[in-house]
């Protein structure tokens, strides 16, 4: 004890200014991380250099008590003086630790901020009532060549303005695959790549004179090509797409069970990260609803009202190069890599529309549900349009046979009734299946 005294005394001089320094350490720190959540952008301009000068300042008056001048006596001397006074000055140690905390907040805060406007952008006032809009059309990535110069050798040859429609196949559903190629050569869409999965299908489209590419044999996840379910190549097509996307090109992926009427390009948006087909049969269940749910043990508040909306179809949709997108591909396809095994058009709307949630941060992606009769399943197709007169007449861009097992003999009638005009094409083929 007397020791401590003793040191205290002789030292005191010492202690008073290291403690005057301290404290001015304190004040610039929390100065600089208020300046830095006051004023984002600068005090004195709006310039990129100016945001972060108050963080900049608060750092390095931490750094000058970590680090960056290491050898500098003044340092060493103020470094022994704040142990001195947090190991003895219970108060004082309380008050710093305080204060750390307050700045560790406020630089927190200000991360956060800070990552907000890389995001959107400069800021700027929102407009009159009525005519403000949110960003739903995100910036593509810089295009990145190496990922796959192979890959984008085709790319460049087969793309057209950045576009195009991509399928994966294996022999399994080559006959589907030889009907869509009857389809899409009929109208004449140039811009279509296989993704062969096996020798067969390569061959296929050679003979044919259809693009296509190959992955190289040795990766690991073709192993699950080859032999795979429909299932297992569902989700190798996630993992597949991300180098499209990453070598800057937008793709309109294509189950095989799809029938091409007209150029697709003509009729995508491209507003949004995501534009898919629904698998919903009317306005309600394709574009969304409010459904209400009853409890009458609540009396009053018996009803409680609910969003719905049939999923995305993932064997039909669209996507920009953007981060939000590879995001998708990204999630979806490390969910369908662990257990517990999913389907893959549940994980892709599930990772697509849940919000974020204690424990959970949610994709943020824009999406856009494509025209129910452009792009038609086979539920709208053979339950409502085909017993419609009117809509009988209109011409849809595609129609995907997802609904139906007896896939091969609906997409030969569909190109019988839409591109031949046969009338009664259709008629054999009862609503559902017939188990
Ligand atoms: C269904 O939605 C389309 C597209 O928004 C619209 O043009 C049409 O009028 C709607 N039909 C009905 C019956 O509400």
């Not at 949709?317 to 369908?336: C, G, K, N, Q, S």
Request: aromatic share 10%; proline share 5%; with cysteine.
């Amino acid at each position: 004890m007397a020791g401590l005294v003793g040191r205290r005394d002789k030292n005191s001089a010492q202690s008073i200014r290291g403690l005057r320094i301290a404290v001015a350490i304190v004040i610039g720190i929390l100065f600089g991380g208020i300046f830095a959540s006051l004023y984002p952008h600068g005090l004195f301009s709006s310039n990129h250099a100016s945001q972060f000068q108050g963080r900049r300042l608060a750092k390095s008056i931490l750094q000058i008590g970590s680090t960056s001048c290491e050898s500098s006596e003044l340092v060493n001397m103020l470094k022994s003086d704040l142990a001195d006074l947090s190991t003895k000055n219970d108060d004082l140690k309380k008050q710093v630790r305080d204060l750390t905390n307050k700045l560790m907040a406020a630089e927190q805060k200000n991360g956060n901020a800070e990552k907000q406007v890389v995001v959107v952008g400069e800021p700027q006032k929102a407009g009159a009532f009525g005519t403000v809009k949110g960003i739903r059309t995100n910036p593509i990535v810089l295009a990145d060549d190496t990922v796959n110069p192979r890959l984008l050798k085709i790319l460049k040859k087969v793309a057209v303005k950045n576009e195009l429609i991509v399928v994966l196949a294996n022999s399994n559903v080559k006959s589907m695959l030889e009907a869509q190629v009857t389809s899409i050569k009929k109208i004449g869409i140039p811009n279509y790549l296989v993704v062969a999965l096996d020798n067969e299908i390569s061959g296929f489209c050679k003979e044919n004179d259809v693009p296509f590419y190959t992955r190289d044999p040795d990766e690991e996840i073709d192993s699950v090509a080859k032999t795979g379910s429909n299932h297992a190549v569902s989700g190798l097509k996630f993992r597949i797409l991300r180098e499209f996307l990453q070598l800057g090109y937008s793709v309109l992926l294509s189950d095989v069970d799809i029938v091409y009427l007209q150029n697709p390009f003509d009729h995508i948006y491209r507003d949004s990260d995501v534009e898919s087909m629904s698998d919903g049969h009317d306005n309600m269940t394709a574009y969304g609803y409010n459904d209400v749910s009853d409890d009458p043990s609540m009396g009053w508040a018996r009803y409680a009202h609910t969003m719905r909306i049939w999923v995305y179809n993932s064997g039909f949709f669209y996507l920009r190069p953007t981060l939000p997108a590879i995001e998708l591909l990204d999630r979806v396809a490390d969910r369908l890599s662990h257990p517990p095994p999913a389907w893959d058009q549940a994980v892709f709307n599930e990772e697509l529309f849940f919000p974020s949630y204690p424990g959970y941060i949610a994709l943020h992606a824009s999406k856009r549900t494509m025209d129910r009769y452009m792009f038609m399943n086979s539920k709208t197709l053979f339950k409502q349009v085909r017993k419609d007169g009117n809509l009988k007449k209109l011409k849809p861009v595609i129609v995907h046979l997802n609904y139906h097992p007896d896939k091969l003999p609906r997409m030969k009638a569909v190109m019988e009734f839409y591109f031949n005009g046969k009338q009664d094409a259709l008629e054999p083929f009862p609503d559902g299946s017939d188990w």
